[in-house]
């Protein structure tokens, strides 16, 4: 058992695996930051893993405790009804396992600072 904190993003899904580069992309950019942890995808729907497969994947690695961050820019009903009834389901599966869920990364100050500074060096390049 590594006894790392596992960590997994979250994200909707898509038909097209493209669509997923930015997700793995920060996925790897996790990792460099935070070596002491283990960190996973998960997506809602249509492309795998899903929420409960990353976090047994996690707990076969060791971890007890995992936060989920759920990857949507707003608090919609993926995230509010979804996303909790996943969670619990995990809960019940690995119940010596903390499981806990943050706020989706749109709601943080620091990551719409980031957008609106991307957002406002676009308005240089036209």
């Not at 971890?63 to 389901?89: C, K, M, N, W, Y």
Request: glycine share 8%; aromatic share 6%.
């Amino acid at each position: 058992m590594s006894g790392k904190p596992g960590i997994v993003l979250f994200a909707h899904g898509s038909r097209d695996p493209r669509w997923a580069e930015p997700f793995e992309r920060l996925r790897d950019k996790l990792r460099a930051q935070r070596p002491d942890a283990d960190v996973s995808l998960a997506f809602l729907e249509l492309m795998t893993p899903n929420l409960g497969d990353a976090i047994a994947g996690l707990v076969r690695q060791g971890s007890e405790t995992i936060t989920v961050v759920p990857v949507f820019l707003g608090q919609g009903g993926h995230v509010r009804r979804d996303l909790p009834a996943l969670a619990d389901a995990c809960r019940a599966a690995w119940p010596g396992v903390k499981i806990r869920v943050s706020a989706a990364i749109g709601e943080d100050d620091a990551v719409l600072h980031a957008l609106a500074t991307y957002c406002a060096n676009e308005l240089d390049r036209t």
